[in-house]
């Protein structure tokens, strides 16, 4: 039994079971297409809660960070550091946070792996006690706790041509759309006459009233001189910003672009899997836009310690989410109470996976917004009867033993 504050008896509530599962599209390609594929962490407690977080990350690999058997004291996996765990308030989830990063301190990727556990905590959480997970945030952080609409940006790829891309544009403006990325796809590949075309393209499809916005897709590497040209070529068609025109750690060269003042801002971060990386970009790469992947970063409380560093740095902070609406879900929470950050990356051409995958998604609604649920916890639920067909069955076995295997949808 434990206390709160107001010295009621709470039961403790306990972490029961941490599932990862890996679910994909019958045919996986090379396009630039984070939703082919994915990984859902269901977290359940002794009480009957269930919570649900997605990575996005290479499913399999992140799968292993759950399940890998101990190596010596610093690489123990994520069930083992949380199965069995005391979670009943916002400030067990941080003290997990740590105790999964101090046990698996050699494992690389554990905070990237550990996101959508993480995300699946403050869903619990919230569900606990009552509140959407912006509420616990803003009382963690002494902030308002008022969640203001986002404008939706439809984030999409590039056609393969000016005109496909045209033809894109043209049918998000019908769609409604008021604002949109194109990116990746042939960008930056084919020449800078080429590249203007597409840019030329977007603006067009979409109308001089919309925002348009580019992601170049790191086409560029460490070459801020291109990217500083494109920039400049690029300002003609006034675009919200240019996106990843370098590699994510090209930090010097992020730095060096700044330093040049180009005439569109400059968009990063989605690449960051620490709280470090994204960082390292605002304080010395000079980026005006930082775009944070939930399910990347370590989940909900990293993000939400960008925004805040974003908000004292005065520049804008923005979601990277291009899985489904469990991660929108995730990436909302983090910076709804921010009237300034008014932008929202809106999955709008996700595969039929990312599309079935939660009960309840995010709808435009009439005034062309889009609004965090009112709703305990992250406010979607999944749903597990439509992603079933999706569900690829995991089993490692080391030697004689079985290492891993999944567990029922
Ligand atoms: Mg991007």
Redesign the pocket.
């Known amino acids: 039994m434990a206390n709160n504050r107001k010295g009621r008896h709470l039961t403790q509530m306990k972490i029961a079971a941490v599932d990862p599962f890996y679910l994909r599209m019958p045919d996986i390609t090379t396009a630039a297409d984070g939703t082919q594929d994915t990984l859902l962490v269901r977290v359940r407690t002794d009480t009957g809660l269930e919570g649900w977080g997605e990575c996005d990350a290479s499913p399999l690999v992140s799968l292993a960070v759950y399940c890998c058997p101990m190596s010596h004291g610093n690489i123990i996996n994520i069930r083992t550091s949380l199965i069995g765990e005391t979670l009943d308030a916002p400030d067990d989830v941080l003290r997990l946070s740590e105790k999964v990063r101090r046990n698996g301190l050699d494992i690389q990727q554990i905070q990237h792996a550990y996101s959508g556990a993480e995300i699946a905590l403050w869903d619990i959480i919230g569900q606990q006690l009552g509140k959407p997970v912006y509420r616990l945030l803003a009382e963690m952080s002494g902030t308002s706790d008022v969640a203001h609409p986002k404008l939706p940006y439809a984030s999409v790829l590039f056609g393969d041509t000016p005109e496909d891309t045209y033809q894109i544009a043209v049918g998000l403006r019908e769609r409604g759309y008021r604002a949109a990325k194109f ?1 990746w796809g042939p960008m930056g590949k084919f020449g800078e006459a080429n590249d203007i075309a597409l840019v030329a393209a977007a603006r067009e499809g979409m109308g001089a009233a919309a925002q348009i916005m580019i ?1 170049a ?1 790191v086409v560029w590497g460490t070459d801020y001189e291109t990217a500083y040209n494109r920039a400049e070529a690029f300002a003609q068609f006034s675009p919200t910003w240019l ?2 025109p370098l590699a994510p750690d090209a930090i010097d060269a992020y730095g060096s672009l700044a330093e040049k003042n180009p005439p569109v801002p400059i968009a990063a971060g ?1 690449g960051s899997s620490i709280y470090r990386m994204a960082e390292d970009l605002i304080v010395n790469g000079g980026i005006q836009f930082v ?1 944070i992947d939930a399910g990347r970063i370590g989940g909900i409380m990293p993000s939400f310690q960008v925004r805040q560093l974003a908000e004292r740095r005065g520049i804008q902070y923005v979601n ?1 989410t291009f899985k489904s609406h469990l991660s929108l879900a995730a990436s909302l929470h983090v910076f709804a109470t921010n009237p300034d950050f008014d932008l929202l990356e809106y999955p709008a051409a996700g595969s039929e996976l990312s599309q079935c995958l939660v009960i309840d998604p995010f709808l435009v609604e009439p005034d062309g917004m889009v609004r965090v649920k009112e709703c305990p916890g992250l406010g979607v639920r999944v749903d597990t009867e439509a992603i079933r067909p999706y569900l690829a069955p995991v089993r490692i076995e080391v030697g004689s033993d079985t290492v891993f295997e999944q567990t029922r949808l």
């Open positions: 990116g992601d897709g996106e990843e989605e775009q990277h």
